[in-house]
């Protein structure tokens, strides 16, 4: 049997054992590239210590740590009541406002994960503290920030567009902009449905009658905090460390998590009662799950087990079924790694066929670019890995659940939807 198919049977068996045995699926992973990379791939422990996201690492203990010296000194909760304010206390429309600011973020130029390190902390305090399901907001934020990931002067966008001129193939990049957008945003408008948005809506808008009924005003609602909460010393450090978060990541691409984590280091000094019980408000579990996954991911990589699978379809004598499969390929594969690596590697695997003309290439590559990017929500990409470590109130196993079975929905239809739509029609 070929080592690459070995090594995705051991993925799979993890994934049974961690289900069924309730056992971290982090651990599992980490053992698993020890044993598959030693004695199936010949690769040495550096190699494998070469796939751990330390990066990813970074930003997830960084962003928590800094969000959680917030949360400590009601920065957080001062933030909460200016939202609930500037939508005039109408509930249902913060996941909106949440995917909004996502969107606008990437698609000025920020990095999704950056967008969504930002964003995130804040729509899950502010879940958490309006009982809006946790999914139903952590999916808004991930969807705003892909809406706006592939704008002609994005990272993804500009990613794309290189890849694609280097190919030779035509291109359109206002078409790979919009495409992207109008999908994310279809998907967060079930997503809203599905997920309670619509009782949102109608509980907003009976807080409005019962505040206009009364004489008082609508922010005023039960769900408010009692006291209004004053901007204070430390809320206003916390605020300015946050500014600076914003503004050095980006306006000069330095990396989230270093960035916070340096912010959290400064406010911890001049605030040590408040840094004080940060540390132990890092999501560990995530980040020994997250850290894990991606380690056998990178041996996968490393074993040559994507370019393995890559191959194998775009050989496939029948193109339309080739570009479903590498869809599929793209959408699997980016669920547990870089969106961007996925597509920088795959797409010039589809110039051949795309070169016949038997498949549309503006359509292909436009289809391909949105099934790598949708599923980052999954709880093992960089977004999902954020929203799940930001989740406030929650059981953090069964929410781990939940975004994986949303991302499992989401790579399951998501290709299958962009072929149809854009492929089969030999758009391009």
Request: with cysteine; aromatic share 8%.
């Amino acid at each position: 049997m070929p080592p690459e198919v070995v090594s995705i049977l051991v993925l799979v068996a993890a994934f049974i054992i961690a289900t069924t045995l309730s056992v971290n699926m982090g651990v599992l992973c980490f053992a698993a590239a020890f044993l598959v990379a030693t004695v199936f791939g010949g690769l040495s422990e550096d190699d494998i210590f070469d796939g751990f996201p330390g990066d990813l690492f970074v930003v997830l203990v960084g962003v928590t740590f800094l969000f959680a010296i917030a949360r400590a000194n009601g920065t957080t909760d001062w933030v909460v009541q200016r939202a609930v304010r500037l939508v005039g206390g109408r509930i249902a429309l913060i996941p909106w406002v949440m995917f909004g600011i996502g969107a606008v973020l990437t698609a000025i130029g920020a990095v999704s994960p950056a967008a969504v390190a930002i964003v995130a902390p804040i729509a899950l305090n502010l879940a958490a503290r309006y009982r809006i399901n946790p999914l139903l907001m952590g999916a808004m934020v991930v969807h705003g920030t892909q809406a706006g990931g592939f704008s002609p002067i994005s990272i993804y966008g500009s990613i794309v567009n290189e890849v694609v001129a280097n190919s030779g193939l035509p291109g359109s990049p206002m078409v790979l902009f919009l495409g992207s957008f109008a999908a994310n945003a279809a998907i967060a408008g079930v997503v809203f449905v599905v997920f309670g948005g619509l009782r949102l809506r109608r509980a907003s808008e009976e807080k409005q009658l019962v505040a206009t009924g009364s004489g008082g005003s609508s922010a005023s609602s039960d769900d408010e905090p009692a006291e209004e909460l004053r901007l204070n010393r430390d809320r206003a450090l916390t605020l300015t460390g946050l500014a600076v978060l914003v503004v050095t990541t980006l306006g000069f691409g330095l990396d989230v998590g270093l960035v916070a984590m340096s912010v959290a280091v400064v406010l911890s000094v001049l605030s040590p009662k408040a840094g004080k019980a940060a540390p132990s408000e890092v999501a560990w579990p995530t980040v020994l799950l997250i850290c894990g996954v991606l380690t056998y991911v990178g041996v996968l990589e490393k074993m040559g087990t994507i370019d393995y699978v890559g191959h194998s379809v775009a050989g496939i004598g029948v193109p339309l079924l080739a570009a479903l499969l590498l869809c599929y390929i793209g959408a699997i594969v980016s669920a547990f790694a870089s969106s961007v690596g996925i597509m920088g590697a795959l797409i010039p695997l589809a110039v051949p066929f795309l070169q016949t003309g038997s498949v549309g290439p503006i359509g292909m590559i436009t289809a391909f670019a949105v099934a790598a990017t949708v599923v980052d929500v999954s709880p093992f990409s960089t977004n999902g890995a954020i929203v799940l470590a930001n989740a406030k109130d929650v059981d953090k196993e069964v929410f781990f659940r939940k975004l994986l079975v949303y991302g499992g929905v989401i790579v399951a239809a998501a290709p299958l939807a962009m072929w149809v739509l854009l492929v089969l029609p030999g758009f391009g």
